[in-house]
């Protein structure tokens, strides 16, 4: 009689790496870390790191482009985003819109909903920002820094209220210490540099594995390379920076003149309040056209 044949174990399947991808601008897209391999890194790809155990991993794309802004997230980098499937997703966005003379909020809200119900249909959770006004960044006047400033308190409005309404892991980003830490920035004063950005992915991972979606480790916040030197931070500023300024002050600046204007004489005839008031209204027509509840604005940087 044959001894029964020995029936070998179903071997385990390795598990599905986690997929992460990312949308937004310059700051998504890394400017001011320079990793190892002398690309642009940031908080995202930090993040990514800390996001599963080694025995799950983590497949990470960045879509993050300099100078995006939200109908560029709409148009280009949602349906490719979309197409990998991704379990987690950043939206990060806003700032740029607020520096160009066609900024319209209701457009704005609305785009950025579109974006953020496609990947809540998918089942991807959702993350997002609220960040500092460029003006305090770039610590203008002002009366040129008030109306950038009311620019993007509305986007972070509209940011806050969206994320509710899909449930997003919302990072508020946008405190008065965050901007007013100069170690924190790279030397164009727009961009975290590698200590900003390993913060942000600290605090993003924090949130993340409170709600028990982030299993690795958290990204460590001490820079882990030197600090750009002075004469590679004028490099950047002499090609990328440049270019990066002048094409927003080509079609912002005539504007933003304007709007600096229009600050000054409420300012003299004490009626400084209509332009905020002004601003209240259109994020709360916005949101209404949307169907979203109106939420108290964000605090201002």
Known sequence: MKAPCAVAAPRASAPRPLRFASLGDSLT??????GSDGRWRGWAALLAEGLAPDQVGVEFRNFAVIGAQTGDVLARQLPAALASAPDLVSVVVGVNDTLRRTFDIHAVAARLDTVYGAFGERGAVLLTACLPDPGALLGLPG?????LARRQRAVNSVVHALSERHRAVHLHAADADWVADRALWSADRLHPGERGH???AARFHALLAASGTALGPAPGTEPQGPAPT????????ATVGTGWVARRCTDLLPQLVALAADEVRHGLRGTSGRLDLRASAAVATALSALSVPVVAEEPAA
């Open 143 to 147: 009366a040129l820094a008030r109306p």
């Open 29 to 34: 897209e890394g400017i001011g870390d320079l």
């Open 198 to 200: 390993r913060l942000l």
């Open 230 to 237: 002075r004469t590679a931070s004028l490099r950047w500023l």
